[in-house]
Nanobody
Framework: VQLVESGGGLVQPGGSLRLSCAAS????????IAWFRQAPGKEREGVAC?????????FADSVKGRFAVSRDTAKNTTVLLQMNNLKPEDTAVYYC?????????????????????WGQGTQVTVSS
């Protein structure tokens, strides 16, 4: 099982980035993929989650209306995080994580310990 993030970089405030999470070694149809981020000196926090089974999504309040999460229709094994109107406080290392979801996804989607597999992360820096 492997998750590989890509798409991070340096962007000015108000700009956009699209992160990709490429999954291999398991059937994405049966998994939920979440995006977490961790800034220096802070705890890892859940940003967004996409459940492949029913297409449901979940977002942290801090990114609602700015971020979108979806499955890449061109690459069926990839989940995308579209980040718009980026702010300096969005600066962090972004990780994707996977879990075979159960009934508790709704309440645990943003809990790092709920996830089975993790990628290595990609740096996002928002600065002028």
């Amino acid at each position: 099982v492997q998750l590989v993030e890509s798409g991070g970089g340096l962007v000015q405030p108000g700009g956009s980035l699209r992160l990709s999470c490429a999954a291999s070694g398991f059937i994405l149809d049966y998994y939920a993929i979440a995006w977490f981020r961790q800034a220096p000196g802070k705890e890892r926090e859940g940003v967004a989650c996409f459940s492949s089974g029913d297409g449901s999504t979940h977002f942290a309040d801090s990114v609602k209306g700015r971020f979108a999460v979806s499955r890449d229709t061109a690459k069926n094994t990839t989940v995308l995080l579209q980040m718009n109107n980026l702010k300096p406080e969005d600066t962090a290392v972004y990780y994707c994580a996977a879990v075979a979801p159960g009934l508790r996804l709704l309440s645990l989607w943003d809990t790092p310990g709920y996830y089975e597999y993790w990628g290595q992360g990609t740096q996002v820096t928002v600065s002028s």
